[in-house]
């Protein structure tokens, strides 16, 4: 049996293609990128330090804090400021909201329609909407804007977040408390496909849900084996490949394994050191943990449940956040140069950022590895181990049906193309 | 009494009034800049334009006859009163970021109104004046960048980026560079940040800041 498919996937964030060749007992399956190259690393560069952030959240409309956050880490370990608890837990509540956000419009509109659920459907449609309303809402009174945040830079935030603003922050949260609830009482009666992780090695940064201050460089960052200090040796730990056919790399864990990263991943590696959760969500974590180590499918139970276990977290870190004492750092005069790494956890997964800064303050060198770049490869193994289940039965041998589930997959991963697509080595 | 029909509606107004009466009375608004019921009707705004049997008129200075038929509001009257506007702007100092109005200015709620661009974002910002961006030393591109954004960024204390567009003023950015930027602001910091968005800039305004920052753009 020779099968050729090729799929533009839709209802993912961009535009890529999976090209599936099934020959015999053969299965070959790559997932690349259409969208043309963005060249953000080469934009950034001879910009002043404080203007990367601006150009950078633009690389991504639905986690822009992410970039913004990670690339004001970056520079300012490159200056060496440092900057007080409390303004990092509030970067910390923007990327956490924006990471709400990203997951309940990304189960809502983009997956639940695979499991036969139609966007038509009032009820849900009307939940979701009121979510995604009420966090646009916080995200503009924390972050500024709804995307491409403009409070903080370099050193600290813009302007002093007072306390009736946080207080209404949290008044927003707690209204929709019960919708996040509802929605996940939805998610979680999808049944999912059955799939066996050929690639159980899962990658994110110590504590990632819960913890609200990252530790400034060096980054601890887990996998399913291994712990690695992540700094300057970033490029070592995620070797990244280059493509023939596609505008994005591939990224490979020490230059072989590939590897999973995101909500799944994060929980999975929580579940070693969580602790303070309530009763409703350690109970929700141990019934699917099985689930989480087996299925990559379940990554979708996984981001119900992470937004379950943030939008907790942010309710508590908010209430008893004392914003007074919010500080700016402006950078000293003299520099000698330097750079800096900054490494958060995107929506998607974990997200790095790299500047060379010159005396000058100037960028002279940029890196960004997203979270799609990593695990891009873990899609393609993951898409080949559901073929061959499928082919192992009669009626997984239709076309159209091996075309259906694995654009499920891909779904399930919810990669951003438009994040993926950065410098690229041209071939002369 | 005389009756004249305002868009189709028959009004009866007194003999000696003045078509602008004779509109207000009708329900209808003209904008306008310079007229002051029973205090000022020197027409020399020519914002309050109207059409009285297909003519245009100033509405502030023109006498109601019987059976006239005025039109207040078409496509071409509105063109002409954006032109006459742009023309009252072209002779204005814009210097929003002083300017002791700060927002409560007529000539800025009807630019919005007709649309009229080369209003800068300073027009909206509440940091004008003491606690301005630029004057602290950041290098914000309000004076520059066309306004209608509520100063989103400025607000929050995050200098504006552009990201709107610029004005295409020449008389805007010379008073901007010279009077304004140049103590503040470093010219390099600005010319790195005017490309931010990489958008469109006239040959003028690229000599101009070439001229004034004295470095190659």
């Known amino acids: 049996m020779s099968i050729k498919l090729t799929s533009e996937v839709v209802r993912v964030a961009g535009e890529s293609e999976i090209l599936v060749s099934i020959d015999g007992e053969r299965v070959k399956v790559e997932y690349d990128s259409l969208a043309s190259p963005r060249s953000f690393e080469s934009l950034v560069t001879g910009r002043k330090y404080w203007e990367v952030p601006y150009v950078v959240s633009r690389v991504c409309g639905v986690c822009s804090h992410a970039h913004f956050w990670a690339s004001n880490l970056a520079i300012e370990l490159a200056l060496g400021i440092k900057v007080d608890e409390a303004t990092s837990t509030l970067r910390d509540a923007c990327n956490k909201l924006q990471i709400l956000q990203n997951h309940v419009i990304h189960l809502g509109f983009l997956v639940l329609p695979d499991y036969g659920y139609s966007v038509g459907n009032d009820k849900y449609v009307s939940t979701l909407l009121k979510v995604n309303r009420v966090v646009n809402e916080a995200l503009r009174l924390l972050g500024g804007r709804l995307t491409n945040p403009n409070v903080y830079v370099p050193g600290g935030f813009t302007e002093d977040l007072k306390q009736p603003v946080i207080k209404r922050v949290v008044n927003l949260l707690e209204s929709v408390g019960n919708d996040l609830r509802e929605l996940a009482n939805i998610i979680l009666s999808i049944e999912l496909p059955e799939l066996e992780d050929p690639s159980p090695e899962y990658v994110s940064l110590r504590n990632s849900p819960s913890v609200t201050v990252p530790v400034e460089g060096p980054y601890i960052i887990d996998s399913s084996k291994n712990t690695y200090t992540v700094y300057e040796n970033y490029r070592e730990i995620f070797v990244e490949r280059y493509l023939d056919l596609s505008t994005s790399k591939k990224c490979l864990m020490n230059g072989e394994k590939v590897f999973h990263t995101g909500a799944r991943a994060r929980l999975i590696n929580y579940l070693k050191g969580g602790s303070g959760l309530s009763s409703e969500l350690r109970y929700l974590i141990a019934r699917y943990e099985p689930l989480f180590k087996k299925n990559p499918f379940s990554n979708i139970y996984a981001k119900i449940i992470e937004s379950l276990l943030i939008y907790e977290n942010l309710l508590q870190t908010l209430s008893s956040l004392d914003t007074g004492k919010l500080s700016r750092v402006r950078p000293g005069n003299s520099f000698s140069g330097g750079f800096g790494v900054g490494v958060v956890e995107a929506p998607r997964g974990l997200l790095i950022h790299y500047y060379e800064l010159n005396p000058e303050m100037r960028v002279i060198k940029a890196d960004i590895i997203t979270p799609t770049v990593m695990f891009s490869k873990h899609i393609e193994v993951s898409s080949e181990a559901l073929i061959k289940g499928l082919l192992a039965s009669e009626e997984g041998r239709d076309e159209s049906l091996v075309k259906r589930f694995v654009e499920a997959l891909v779904r399930a991963y919810d990669p951003c193309i438009p994040c993926a697509v950065h410098v690229i080595k041209m071939k002369r | ?217």
Not at chain 2, 13 to 39: F, H, M, N
Not at chain 2, 167 to 193: C, G, H, P, Q, T
Not at chain 2, 202 to 216: F, T
């Open chain 2, 1 to 217: 009494m005389v009756k004249v029909y305002v868009n189709n509606n028959e009004v009866e107004v007194s003999q000696d009034a003045l078509v602008i009466d004779a509109v207000e009375k009708a329900g209808y608004e003209v904008p306008t800049l310079c007229y002051l019921k029973g205090l000022f009707n020197e027409a020399t705004c020519r914002i309050c334009v109207v059409k009285v049997n297909g003519k245009v008129v100033p509405s502030c200075r023109f006498p109601v006859f019987e059976g006239a038929r005025i039109i207040v509001d078409d496509s071409e009257l509105r063109r002409l009163r954006r032109v006459n506007l742009e023309l009252l702007l072209a002779t204005h100092e814009i210097k929003c970021w002083s300017c002791v109005r700060k927002g409560m200015c007529e000539l800025l709620s009807l630019s919005k109104r007709l649309g009229v661009e080369g209003i800068p974002v300073c027009s909206e910002c509440p940091l004008r004046g003491r606690s301005c961006l630029v004057l602290k030393g950041f290098p914000c591109l309000g004076p520059l960048t066309v306004a209608g954004c509520d100063a989103e960024c400025p607000r929050r204390g995050s200098p504006c980026i552009g990201c709107r567009g610029y004005i295409m003023s020449e008389d805007v950015w010379v008073r901007a560079l010279e009077e304004f930027y140049k103590d503040n602001v470093s010219l390099n910091e600005l010319k790195s940040l005017i490309s931010f968005f990489w958008s469109y800039l006239p040959q003028n305004l690229y000599r101009l800041v070439r001229e004034v920052s004295n470095v190659e753009y």
